[in-house]
Nanobody, 121 residues
């Protein structure tokens, strides 16, 4: 059972930066984890904004491409999301997620508890 614990959310003014962290535990080192970040704004569906495959391949949604960077420290089993040039529309609850089905994000998804990010204009 994979456990994910997030930290690093908060409030920032537009144009500022935040870094989210997600500590992962409870998985066998042979498990090929795909990890990612999702977010859900009030009244909107949860959207996937970044993912990182076990081979290092990254993907980003158009809404964050060029501003956000997903990375992982394998020694610390920690996933990061560096968020720069933040906009008010980035305000949402951010969730760390992991799955072992090749980044299809269709089943077997493990979720963190979520962390609030608020960007003021």
């Amino acid at each position: 059972q994979v456990q994910l614990v997030e930290s690093g959310g908060g409030s920032v003014q537009a144009g500022g930066s935040l870094r989210l962290s997600c500590a992962a535990s409870g998985y066998n080192y042979r498990t090929y984890l795909c990890m990612g970040w999702f977010r859900q704004a009030p009244g909107k569906e949860r959207e996937r904004i970044a993912s990182l495959k076990d081979d290092g391949t990254t993907t980003y949604s158009d809404s964050v491409k060029g501003r956000f960077t997903i990375s992982k420290d394998n020694a610390k089993n920690t996933l990061y999301l560096q968020m720069n040039s933040l906009k008010p529309e980035d305000t949402a609850i951010y969730y760390c997620a992991a799955e072992t089905w090749g980044c299809a994000w269709q089943r077997g998804i493990y979720w963190g508890q979520g962390t609030q990010v608020t960007v003021s204009s």
